[in-house]
T-cell receptor, first 110, second 114 residues
Framework: RKEVEQDPGPFNVPEGATVAFNCTYS??????FFWYRQDCRKEPKLLMS???SGNEDGRFTAQLNRASQYISLLIRDSKLSDSATYLC???????????FGAGTRLFVKA | SQTIHQWPATLVQPVGSPLSLECTVE??????LYWYRQAAGRGLQLLFY??????ISSEVPQNLSASRPQDRQFILSSKKLLLSDSGFYLC?????????????FGDGTRLSIL
């Protein structure tokens, strides 16, 4: 079983839609969790950290569910500019290495 | 604030030629440094990471090597490139200490082997 699994998509949604991505992980000792955004032919950029209490940044909400071992990213009121690949990532104890999911592609259409 | 510089942005090399990609970080000391490769349409593959000068950990056996001659400099090298070395090479850094250490990436080098 892979350490991190994401639905590769693509997710095709109209502007204004709400879309949610999940990412499951297998190591219950995982400590820190993140979402990254990667535009086509660009580097991944940190979008937000993910906490059990949930955290929100504008239209983006991230949530960690330790019991079920998944993290989620919710995007409300999708914009054309949200079209990208979204990567989940986690760190185990020590934090030297980050394990990245393969990414979920999102296309937002007018 | 911290910045990471990676060059060149694109590179076209013949099979069998050598390679040297350089990455430097500014605005922090003793960072953890990483080299990743991303094949077209694929996920990130960790190649090397370093927690200090001269300390290199290799994740994937291949014809690439890495060096860290200075605290904030990380170099990826090869003596003889293979066709399979084509890809998008990304350097990243994170804080050396602390609990949560998200990685931050450079702009990447797109390497094509002919």
């Amino acid at each position: 079983r892979k350490e991190v699994e994401q639905d590769p998509g693509p997710f095709n949604v109209p502007e204004g839609a709400t879309v949610a991505f999940n990412c499951t992980y297998s190591n219950s000792a995982s400590q820190s969790f993140f979402w990254y955004r990667q535009d086509c032919r660009k580097e991944p950029k940190l979008l937000m950290s993910v906490y059990s209490s949930g955290n929100e940044d504008g239209r983006f909400t991230a949530q960690l569910n330790r019991a079920s071992q998944y993290i989620s990213l919710l995007i409300r009121d999708s914009k054309l500019s949200d079209s990208a690949t979204y990567l989940c990532a986690l760190q185990n104890t020590g934090g030297f290495k980050t394990i990245f999911g393969a990414g979920t592609r999102l296309f937002v259409k007018a | 604030s911290q910045t990471i510089h990676q060059w060149p942005a694109t590179l076209v090399q013949p099979v069998g030629s050598p390679l040297s990609l350089e990455c430097t970080v500014e605005g922090t000391s003793n960072p953890n440094l990483y080299w990743y490769r991303q094949a077209a349409g694929r996920g990130l593959q960790l190649l090397f990471y370093s927690v200090g000068i001269g300390q290199i950990s290799s994740e994937v056996p291949q014809n690439l090597s890495a060096s860290r001659p200075q605290d904030r400099q990380f170099i990826l090298s090869s003596k003889k490139l293979l066709l399979s070395d084509s890809g998008f090479y990304l350097c990243a850094w994170s804080y050396g200490t602390g609990g949560e250490r998200p990685q931050h990436f450079g702009d990447g080098t797109r390497l094509s082997i002919l």
